[in-house]
T-cell receptor, first 117, second 112 residues
């Protein structure tokens, strides 16, 4: 089946630095990808919708200047956490809708653990 | 998107069928029912989705009531590796820009 891959799987960064997380669709093109954040023992929370070639759409309460999203190609979206702080430590997950079938299957990446120290 | 209601937790004996219910009484005619599961510290895994008809794949079966107000995910022979949080989500079909919105899901515990 379609595969969505994230990199890195985990990252530790110092407070105040920026970190980039990549989301790739490995065997299909995705004009739209989605970014989620998940804190321990909580459900996934949608952060933003990443659109190829245009600006991302952010959910209410998500700072667009802090969580920079770039979707420069049909197979790659990146999430950059700028000036990271310990409260940004979380599990970040992306997803993309795959073509084929009825066109409504959405796959998720493996997730990226971010720890800010 | 319509909201869903799932039990917080369920238990199942290994080798038995696990039947996970989901209520989506306000579902619209163009909304699909999706099921995902999340094993600890991993991204959600796609299981199955359907619109009106029952669906079956190598992982599970999805039974949707005729009025579409509820559905049941069936894992025919649960194993210990099926222990996970299972999410039932409804989403408008054929809209690329529409994300899946997660609720709290059902924590399924499979024991030997």
């Amino acid at each position: 089946g379609a595969v969505v891959s994230q990199h890195p799987s985990w990252v530790i960064c110092k407070s105040g630095t920026s970190v980039k997380i990549e989301c790739r669709s490995l065997d299909f093109q995705a004009t739209t990808m989605f970014w989620y954040r998940q804190f321990p023992k909580q459900s996934l929370m949608l952060m933003a919708t990443s659109n190829e070639g245009s600006k991302a759409t952010y959910e209410q309460g998500v700072e667009k200047d802090k969580f920079l999203i770039n979707h420069a190609s049909l197979t790659l979206s990146t999430l950059t956490v700028t000036s990271a702080h310990p409260e940004d430590s979380s599990f970040y997950i992306c997803s993309a809708r795959a073509p084929g079938g009825d066109g409504n299957t959405i796959y998720f990446g493996e997730g990226s653990w971010l720890t800010v120290v | 998107d319509a909201k869903t209601t799932q039990p917080t937790s369920m238990d199942c004996a290994e080798g038995r069928a696990a039947n996970l219910p989901c209520n989506h009484s306000t579902i619209s005619g163009n909304e699909y029912v999706y099921w995902y599961r999340q094993i600890h510290s991993q991204g959600p895994q796609y299981i199955i989705h359907g619109l009106k008809n029952n669906e079956t794949n190598e992982m599970a079966s999805l039974i949707i009531t005729e009025d579409r107000k509820s559905s049941t995910l069936i894992l025919p022979h649960a194993t210990l590796r099926d222990t996970a949080v299972y999410y039932c989500i409804v989403r408008v079909a054929n809209q690329a820009g529409t994300a899946l919105i997660f609720g709290k899901g059902t924590t399924l515990s499979v024991s030997s």
